[in-house]
C-alpha cells in the first residue's frame, strides 16, 4: 500500500525554544540526577529506574534496574566510557514485552535514538518506559579508559565542565551535532514524536543547575511529579548548545571529505579490513543488530566443505575466515540507514579498525539519500518498510516529481 | 631419534621451500598457512594453491589471527578434504582441531599436518600498538635461545604443551640452534617421510627435547603457577569473578573466537536465557536491582562448563576481549583443573574419548555409591 | 549421502535429440557421485513414457528423480504425479528444462550438449537437498459473504445461489436496491429499474439458501480463503453483534457521487434550478420537472464531466443517462431548448452512437467545452463555456443538470482496511489485474465487483458479479477441502526477534505475529510463496519452502562452475 512519508530534513538544530525546569546542581551533576531520581522514586513517579552504575571495587560500569534507592549511591549518570550501547540494554530488558513496573531509563542521545530505531523494529516495548536523555559531551575510548582510568575520568570530566580537550574523545564523538535534543527545524515535533520524554541538559549553565525539558505527555508527568514546572526557555542553554551543535558539524563535514578519500575504491576500502579477525564483536556491540542469528553466521552463508578447494584455486589463495569483506558489506546493507553513529563498534574491534567512522561515514550518506535521520522522529517509518512514490527518480521510470530520467535515458548517459 | 629434512635456509624460508615444492610437485593440492596481508604487518591464515602466492607466506609469523584448528574443522566439516593439503599450525590449533574432530567438527584424512616446537605469538593488540614489529628480531632470538619474552601472550608464556601432539611434522623453532641457517623439519610419520622424497633439503636425524626444551618447560610451567596464583577458590572465589567480569560487555567476543565453541547458535544466545517482564519484576522485588543484561557471569560460567575440558589455552578469548578480562587465564586455570581430574589432556590423543561422554564405573566413588 | 537418483532424458520427439548428443549427456551424468541411474526415453509425457517412469523409479528404488525435459510449465505436475504413483514423494523431482532453454537455442551441438549435462548437473545438486512436501488439506466453508444490496450483489447472490451453500447479503441500507433503485428508465431499453431488476430482488428473497439481511453493517472481518468469520452489527448498534462463518466474501458497496454543492449552493442555499443527476431523476419520477419559477422549464442545460478534469477519470455512465433525459425533455415538450455540454462524449457499446444520433435529430444541441462556468441570474441560470480559440459564450437556462463525476463509495476506505485491500490513485477498490483479472483481489476469497471498483455501468457490473461467482463456484466446492500451496515460506520460531519486518512486506497479509510467543507466523492457507519474506529478513530467520539457500545455492554454484 502506499505512503507518502514525511520527509525529515537533516537540520535538526533546536531553532524552536524548549522550555524546561530548573534544579539545583551546586554539589555536582552526579549528585543531582541521584537527587531527583530518589525524589521520583521515593515519591513514586516511577517504580523503577535504569541507568549505569559503577561497580564497586572495580573501574566498570554496568547498566542496572533498580528500585531500592540505597543504590543509587553508586549512579553514574553518564559514565566517562560507553559499555554497552544503552539502546541495547533497553532491549534486552524489554523485547519480550512491557516492563511491569513503570522505570525511568536514562541514556545518551546516541543511546536514546538507538531505542527508538529499536523500537520501530518491535525489538523494544516503550510502555511504561520514560526515557530520559542528557546532554552529551561525547565519550573517551574504552581502551583508552582500560589503561589509564583516571585520567581518563579526570579528562572527561574537564569536558563535563565545558573546559575539556576534544581530542580525549572518540573520532565519532568529535563529529557527532547530535548531542542534545533532536528536533526537526520547521513547525516543531509531532505529538507523539519525540525520541525521549525528558531531556537533563547542564551546557552553559556552569555547573549551578540542571534543565529539565519535558517533551512528551509522560516527560510533564515526570517533571509534575517532581513538582518543578517547565516554563521558560533558557537562552543560556540554547546558545551553549548551538556553538558546540555548529562545530561539530564542521568537524563532521571535514571528516566526511577527508574520511571519504580514505575509503574510496575498493582496494582502499578493503584494506581497511586487512587486520579484520571476523570475531564479529562490531556487530554484537552495535544496537541496531537485533537478530537471533545473525545472517552472516547462519547457514546461508556457510561454504560447503567440497568447495573450499575449489574457491581456493580460483584466485591462488582462500583467506580464512571466509567472506571476512562480505560480513561487514552485508552488516552495512542491513543496518547502515538505522546507524546512529555511537560508535560502540569500534570501541569492540580488537584488532583497531576505524569501524565505527567507517559505518558512520556511510549511514550518513545512505540516510540522506532516504531523506531519514535514525531515532529522532518515533514516528517516521524505516526507509526500506516505507513505500514513497517519488523516491529514487534517477533509477525510476519518471516519477511524479517529474524530475527522473527514463532508464533508457539513465543508460545513455552511462 | 626421528628422521629430519635439514634445509639449509633461514627456518622461515626453509620451510617455505618445502611448501612450495609439495606445490609445485602436486603432492598436495593447497597449503593453509600465514600469508601477510599489508605492509604494517597484518596476516590471515590463507589456503594457497598456487605457488607463486607461496612468496607472500609468513608460515612462522608469531600472530594467531584465529585459532587454525577452527579454520581446518570449518574446510572439513562435512567430509575430509577431497585433495591432500599441508597446513602449518601451532600446537594449541591442532590440539583444538583433535579436540572439533572428537565432536564430528572435521576430518583429518588427507591433511598433512605441520606443527611447531612453539615459541609463542605476540597479542593482538602488539599489531596496533607497535609491539609486533619493534619486537620481531627479539622474538627469534628468545625463541632460539629457549627464553620467554615479555610480550608474548600471557597463555604462551605458561603454556607446557609447546611440542605438538601426533603431528605429521614437527618445524624446529624452540631451542633450536641458527634459526637464520638451518631449517629442521621432524618428519614424525610415514606420510611426512614420504612427502619429504625429493623435497629440498638433506635427510639428517635430530632431537627435538633439547636440554634448553626441558630448561624452558620448566620455565613455562612456573610462569603457569604464577598466572593462576590469584585465581584461587579460597581468596579469589566467587565475588573475585565477579569483579573480574565487571566490565563483560557480553558481546560473547570470546565464545565467537573460541575454536572449542562450534554451536551454530550458542545457548546463551538463544531464547532459552531470555528473560521474560515477570522475571524482572521477580528480581526487583528480592533484591532491589539487577544488572542488565541479566546473566553476565552466569554466560561464562555456563561457557565453561560447555568446553573448559577441552580448552587448548591458545589465548584468543583474551586477545578478542574489548575490556582486557583475563578469560583465557581463568578458563585455562579450570582447563588445567579438570585435566588433571579426568587425566586427560585436550588434544593429547585422537582416540582419546571425551571425559564427560566416557562413563567410568570407577570413576568419582566418594560420591554417592 | 545415500541418495539414488534417476536421471531420465526425454528426446521429446526428434527434438532434443536433433540438437544434443544425448548419449554423451547420459554417459556424464551417470557417474556423478549418488546417481543410480541415467537412462533416455523417446517421449516421458507420453502414456507410454509415464508408465515407464513409474516402473523404473519402483524398480531402481530411487530416493530422488530427475528429468530433463521440456519446460516446468508444461509437464512439471505430470512428472510429479507419476512420482506419487512409484512412491516417491513428487517434491524429491527436479525438472531441467533442456529443451526450450537448451536444444531450442544453441545452434551449435557442442555448446547444447555442454549446457545441457551442466543443467543437469545443477539439477542434480539441487535435488540432492530437496526436502519431502506434504500437501495439507483444510477444511473450508463453501458459504458466502455478499456486502451490499445493489445490483450487483444481487447478481452475485443468484450466480451463487442453489450450489449447495449458504449465502449471506448484508445492506446496510434498509432497502435492497443501492442506487439503480434511485433512477428511473434505464437506458436503451427505458424499462424502469423496478421493472427491471424488482424481480431479481423478489428471487433473491424467495430463496432459500439466501439470507438477506438489511439494515446493518460489517464491523470486523478475520482469517482466509475458506475460514472468514465476520462479524456485523444493525446500524450504529454494537450491542447485536452476530458472528458470520464464510469461506469468501463479495464486496459489492457501489459508489457515491461526487457533491455538487460548489456548483448547485450559494451561501448556503440551493439553488431549485440547478439540480444533480440523482434530483432530476426524482424530478422526473414525480413528474415534476420544473424551473425556479415552478414552470416547466423552456431551456435546460445538461452540464456532463462535472469533477471530471479534477479527478483525473470519466465516469462512464453519465452521457448516456444524459442523452436519456434530453430524449426525456424533448419527449415531454418537443419546444424545449435541450442543451449538452461536454468535455468529451462516451459513447461505448454497440447501441450508444446510434441513440446519440438521433438525440441530434431531435434538436439536441451537443456543444464541446472544457469546464463551463455556471452562475445563477435572477430565475434563470447563466452557462459560460468556450467556443475554441480562446473565445468563449454564455447562455441563460431555466434549469441545469449537473452530471456528477462518480466516487467511492463511502465504505470504500473502511472495508479496505478491514480486508487489507489494496486502493488505487482513485481511492477505489484496486482488482489484481485491471486487463487479466478483474474481480480479484490480493486477498484470496475476496472479490470485488461492480462500481465499488470503479465507474461501471449495469451490463458491466452483471457480467463482474457473474465472474466472481464464477471464481467462488470453482474454488469452494462444498465436501472439497483446500489444498493450499505448498511451497509456502516458514519461520524458524528460534531465530525470529519478532521485529516485523516481514509483515510489512507480505502483499497478500499472510503473516500474523503472535503476541504470546513474540514471533512472526505464516499462514499457509494463504500465502503465496513469492518470498518477498524470506529477502526481508535480516537474519534469514523466515525460510522459502522448496526454495532454501541449500538448493539454490548449489545449483547456482554448478551452473558457475
Redesign the interface.
Known amino acids: 500500500?502506499k505512503e507518502k512519508g514525511k520527509p525529515a530534513t537533516q537540520d535538526i538544530s533546536p531553532k524552536n525554544s524548549f522550555m524546561s525546569a530548573s534544579y539545583p546542581a551546586g554539589d555536582g551533576f552526579a549528585k543531582a540526577i541521584r537527587a531527583v531520581l530518589t525524589k521520583a522514586l521515593d515519591d513514586q513517579v516511577f517504580e523503577?529506574v535504569?541507568m549505569p552504575?559503577k561497580?564497586p571495587?572495580?573501574?566498570?560500569?554496568?547498566?542496572?534496574?533498580?528500585?531500592?534507592t540505597?543504590?543509587l549511591e553508586h549512579a553514574s549518570p553518564l559514565p566517562p566510557v560507553m559499555?554497552?550501547q544503552g539502546g541495547k540494554?533497553l532491549s534486552?530488558?524489554?523485547?519480550?514485552?512491557?516492563?511491569?513496573?513503570r522505570t525511568a531509563v536514562l541514556l545518551r542521545p546516541c543511546e536514546t535514538r538507538a531505542a527508538v530505531e529499536l523500537f520501530k523494529?518491535?525489538?523494544i516495548n516503550l510502555e511504561n518506559i520514560t526515557l530520559i536523555s542528557i546532554d552529551c559531551p561525547g565519550a573517551v575510548p574504552?581502551?583508552d579508559y582500560?589503561s589509564d582510568p583516571e585520567n581518563q575520568a579526570r579528562k572527561f570530566q574537564d569536558l563535563m565542565e565545558e573546559n575539556g580537550d576534544e581530542d580525549a574523545l572518540r573520532p565519532v564523538c568529535r563529529i557527532c551535532d547530535k548531542f542534545s535534543i533532536p528536533a526537526p527545524a520547521e513547525g516543531g515535533m509531532e505529538e507523539g514524536g519525540h525520541a525521549a520524554d525528558v531531556h537533563i541538559g547542564f551546557l552553559g549553565q556552569k555547573g549551578k543547575r540542571l534543565l529539565l525539558f519535558p517533551l512528551t505527555e509522560k516527560g510533564r508527568t515526570l517533571v509534575e511529579g517532581l513538582g518543578l514546572k517547565a516554563e521558560s526557555p533558557e537562552n543560556s542553554w540554547e546558545t551553549a548548545v548551538q556553538t558546540m551543535t555548529d562545530a561539530r558539524r564542521k568537524n563532521r563535514q571535514a571528516f566526511n571529505k577527508d574520511f571519504l578519500s580514505r575509503i574510496s575504491g575498493p582496494d582502499p576500502f578493503s584494506?581497511m579490513f586487512?587486520?579484520c579477525?571476523?570475531?564479529?564483536?562490531c556487530m554484537?556491540?552495535c544496537p541496531i543488530c537485533?537478530?537471533?542469528?545473525?545472517?552472516y553466521?547462519?547457514?546461508?552463508i556457510?561454504?560447503?566443505?567440497?568447495?573450499?578447494?575449489?574457491r581456493?584455486?580460483k584466485?591462488?589463495?582462500?583467506?580464512?575466515?571466509?567472506d571476512t569483506l562480505l560480513f561487514h558489506l552485508g552488516r552495512m546493507s542491513?543496518?547502515v540507514l538505522s546507524c546512529v553513529s555511537c560508535g560502540a563498534c569500534e570501541?569492540?574491534?580488537?584488532?583497531?579498525i576505524p569501524v565505527g567512522q567507517i559505518f558512520s561515514l556511510v549511514g550518513d550518506q545512505t540516510q540522506s539519500s532516504f531523506e531519514y535521520v535514525p531515532g529522532i522522529n518515533r514516528l517516521q517509518p524505516l526507509p526500506?518498510?516505507a513505500f514513497r512514490e517519488d523516491e529514487f527518480c534517477e533509477v525510476e521510470i519518471p516519477c511524479e516529481c517529474g524530475e527522473g530520467q527514463a532508464p533508457s535515458e539513465v543508460n545513455k548517459n552511462a | 631419534m626421528p628422521s629430519v629434512l635439514n634445509i639449509k635456509k633461514g627456518v622461515e624460508e626453509g620451510l617455505r621451500l618445502f611448501l612450495e615444492s609439495l606445490l609445485r610437485e602436486k603432492k598436495v593440492?593447497?597449503v593453509?598457512t600465514l600469508?601477510k596481508?599489508?605492509d604494517?604487518g597484518?596476516a590471515?591464515?590463507?589456503?594457497?594453491?598456487?605457488p607463486?602466492?607461496m612468496q607472500q607466506a609468513v608460515p612462522l609469523y608469531p600472530l594467531m589471527?584465529?585459532n587454525?584448528g577452527?579454520?581446518l574443522s570449518?574446510?572439513?566439516?562435512?567430509?575430509a578434504?577431497?585433495?591432500p593439503?599441508a597446513a602449518i599450525v601451532r600446537p594449541c590449533e591442532m590440539r583444538a582441531f583433535t579436540e572439533l574432530i572428537k565432536r564430528e567438527q572435521g576430518h583429518r584424512d588427507n591433511l598433512l599436518l605441520i606443527s611447531v616446537s612453539c615459541a609463542g605469538v605476540f597479542p593482538?593488540?602488539s599489531?596496533?600498538n607497535g609491539t609486533l614489529s619493534q619486537e620481531l628480531p627479539d622474538y627469534w632470538e628468545s625463541a632460539q635461545n629457549a627464553e620467554i619474552p615479555a610480550f608474548l601472550r600471557p597463555t604462551c608464556a605458561a603454556c607446557e604443551h609447546f611440542l605438538p601432539f601426533q603431528a605429521d611434522i614437527t618445524v624446529g623453532v624452540l631451542g633450536q640452534k641458527e634459526l637464520n641457517k638451518e631449517c629442521n623439519l621432524f618428519l614424525n610419520t610415514t606420510k611426512a617421510e614420504e612427502m619429504a622424497e625429493g623435497a629440498p633439503g638433506s635427510i639428517t636425524s635430530g632431537e627435538l627435547e633439547t636440554p634448553e626444551i626441558q630448561a624452558v618447560r620448566k620455565e613455562r610451567m612456573a610462569e603457569r603457577r604464577k598466572l593462576f596464583e590469584p585465581f584461587t577458590a579460597q581468596d579469589y572465589g566467587l565475588s573475585g569473578l565477579v569483579?573480574t567480569f565487571?566490565?563483560c560487555?557480553?558481546?560473547?567476543?570470546c565464545s565467537?573466537?573460541c575454536p572449542i565453541c562450534y554451536c551454530?547458535?550458542c545457548d546463551f544466545?538463544?531464547?532459552t536465557h531470555?528473560?521474560?517482564?515477570?522475571s524482572?519484576?521477580i528480581?526487583?522485588d528480592q533484591?532491589?536491582?539487577?544488572?542488565?543484561?541479566?546473566g553476565?557471569l552466569f554466560f561464562h560460567t555456563g561457557r565453561m562448563v560447555h568446553m573448559a575440558v577441552s580448552c587448548v589455552n591458545c589465548g584468543m578469548c583474551s586477545?578478542?576481549?574489548?575490556?582486557?578480562i583475563p578469560v583465557a587465564t581463568i578458563f585455562s586455570k579450570v582447563g588445567d583443573a579438570l585435566a588433571e581430574e579426568f587425566e586427560y589432556v585436550a588434544g593429547r590423543d585422537a582416540e582419546e574419548e571425551l571425559p564427560l561422554g566416557t562413563y567410568k564405573a570407577d570413576e568419582y566413588s566418594d560420591i554417592g555409591e | 549421502m545415500n541418495e539414488k537418483i534417476g536421471v531420465y532424458v526425454c528426446e521429446c520427439g526428434p527434438n532434443i535429440p536433433d540438437r544434443i548428443d544425448i548419449d554423451k549427456v547420459l554417459a556424464e551424468v551417470s557417474v556423478i557421485d549418488g546417481v543410480k541411474t541415467a537412462k533416455k526415453f523417446g517421449l516421458l509425457c507420453s502414456p507410454d513414457g509415464k508408465n515407464f517412469l513409474e516402473e523404473d523409479i519402483k524398480k531402481e528404488e530411487l530416493t530422488h528423480a530427475v528429468i530433463a525435459a521440456c519446460s516446468p510449465r508444461d509437464h512439471e505436475q505430470t512428472f510429479m504425479t507419476v512420482a506419487v504413483k512409484a512412491g516417491l514423494n513428487p517434491y524429491l523431482t527436479q525438472l531441467v528444462n533442456i529443451r526450450e532453454q537448451c536444444a531450442w537455442i544453441y545452434s551449435d551441438k557442442q555448446e547444447a550438449t555442454r549446457m545441457a549435462i551442466k543443467s543437469i548437473r545443477a539439477g542434480i545438486s539441487r535435488v540432492k537437498h530437496h526436502l519431502s512436501l506434504t500437501k495439507k488439506e483444510l477444511e473450508m466453508n463453501p458459504d458466502v459473504l455478499v456486502i451490499g444490496g445493489g445490483v450487483a450483489g444481487v447478481e452475485a447472490c443468484l450466480s451463487l445461489a442453489g450450489t449447495g451453500r449458504r449465502i449471506y447479503l448484508v445492506e446496510k441500507a434498509e432497502e435492497l436496491g443501492g442506487t439503480v433503485s434511485k433512477l428511473g428508465a434505464l437506458i436503451p431499453h427505458q424499462g424502469t429499474a423496478v421493472d427491471l431488476f424488482g424481480e431479481k430482488i423478489d428471487r433473491v428473497r424467495a430463496q432459500d439458501d439466501i439470507e438477506v439481511i438489511t439494515g446493518h453493517d460489517v464491523t470486523s472481518a478475520r482469517g482466509f480463503l475458506g475460514n472468514f468469520e465476520i462479524e456485523i452489527e444493525p446500524q450504529g448498534d454494537s450491542s447485536e453483534i452476530r458472528n458470520l462463518q464464510v469461506g469468501a466474501v463479495v464486496i459489492a458497496t457501489g459508489f457515491g457521487l461526487l457533491s455538487s454543492e460548489h456548483l448547485d449552493t450559494n451561501n448556503g442555499e440551493k439553488n431549485p434550478n440547478i439540480v444533480s443527476a440523482l434530483e432530476f431523476e426524482s424530478m422526473l419520477a414525480q413528474n415534476a420537472v420544473v424551473g425556479k419559477d415552478g414552470k416547466p422549464p423552456r431551456s435546460v442545460a445538461l452540464i456532463h464531466c462535472v469533477g471530471r478534469a479534477e479527478l483525473g477519470y470519466c465516469s462512464k455512465v453519465c452521457c448516456l443517462y444524459m442523452i436519456k433525459y434530453a430524449h426525456h425533455l424533448k419527449s415531454m415538450d418537443a419546444s424545449t431548448k435541450v442543451t449538452s455540454f461536454y468535455t468529451d462524449l462516451c459513447l461505448p457499446d454497440k447501441s450508444d452512437q446510434a441513440y446519440y444520433d438521433e438525440a441530434v435529430k431531435q434538436g439536441i444541441r451537443f456543444l464541446r467545452s472544457d469546464a463551463p462556468s455556471i452562475q445563477s441570474a435572477e430565475g434563470q441560470v447563466t452557462v459560460e463555456y468556450s467556443t475554441g480559440g480562446g473565445k468563449s459564450a454564455s447562455e441563460k437556462f431555466d434549469l441545469v443538470v449537473l452530471a456528477p463525476a462518480m466516487v467511492p463509495g463511502e465504505d470504500t476506505a473502511r472495508l479496505a482496511d478491514m480486508f487489507n485491500l489494496?486502493?488505487d490513485d482513485t481511492g477505489f477498490f484496486k482488482e489484481i489485474h485491471m486487463m487479466l483479472d478483474p474481480v480479484a483481489t490480493p486477498i484470496e476469497g475476496v472479490f470485488v465487483t461492480g462500481c465499488a471498483m470503479g465507474p461501471r455501468n449495469i451490463p458491466e457490473t452483471i457480467t463482474q458479479s457473474q465472474a466472481a461467482a464464477g471464481k467462488i463456484l470453482g474454488s469452494l466446492i462444498p465436501g472439497r477441502k483446500l489444498e493450499p500451496e505448498v511451497k509456502v515460506s516458514e519461520v524458524r520460531a528460534?531465530?525470529?526477534?519478532?521485529?516485523?519486518?516481514c509483515l510489512?512486506?507480505c502483499f497478500y497479509a499472510a503473516i500474523s505475529f503472535d503476541e504470546s510467543r513474540?514471533i512472526s507466523v505464516v499462514n499457509e492457507a494463504i500465502c503465496r510463496g513469492c518470498g518477498s519474506c524470506v529477502g526481508?529478513c535480516?537474519?534469514?530467520?523466515i525460510r522459502a519452502k522448496h526454495f532454501t539457500?541449500?538448493q539454490i545455492y548449489?545449483e547456482v554454484?554448478e551452473i558457475l562452475?
Not at chain 1, 553466521?297 to 546461508?300: I, L, P, R, T
Not at chain 2, 570449518?74 to 567430509?79: E, I, K, M, P, R
Not at chain 2, 533484591?287 to 541479566?294: F, N
Not at chain 2, 586477545?319 to 582486557?324: K, S
Open positions: 500500500m523503577a535504569m552504575l561497580v571495587k572495580t573501574e566498570a560500569f554496568a547498566w542496572t534496574l533498580l528500585d531500592d540505597k543504590l559499555t554497552i540494554a534486552e530488558l524489554t523485547k519480550h514485552g512491557e516492563l511491569i513496573e523494529l518491535k525489538q574504552l581502551s582500560l584494506e586487512d587486520a579477525i571476523n570475531c564479529h564483536n554484537r556491540a537485533y537478530c537471533q542469528q545473525c545472517y553466521d547462519s547457514e546461508a556457510r561454504l560447503p566443505s567440497e568447495n573450499y578447494l575449489e581456493a584455486k584466485r591462488g589463495g582462500l583467506r580464512f575466515p571466509l542491513h543496518m570501541d569492540a574491534c580488537p584488532a583497531s526500506l518498510q | 593440492a593447497g593453509f600469508r596481508t599489508n604494517e597484518a590471515a591464515y590463507t589456503l594457497i594453491t598456487d607463486e602466492h589471527p584465529m587454525a577452527k579454520a570449518s574446510h572439513t566439516l562435512g567430509s578434504s577431497e585433495a593439503l593482538l593488540s599489531l596496533s569483579q565487571a566490565p560487555l557480553s558481546c560473547h567476543g565467537t573466537i551454530t547458535l544466545d538463544s531464547k531470555e528473560y521474560q517482564p515477570t524482572y519484576s528480581e526487583l533484591k532491589g536491582g539487577m544488572r542488565i543484561p541479566p553476565t586477545d578478542v576481549c574489548p575490556v582486557n | 489494496p486502493l528460534d531465530f525470529c526477534t519478532g521485529c516485523q519486518t510489512t512486506v513474540g526481508s535480516p537474519s534469514g530467520a539457500y541449500p548449489r554454484l562452475s
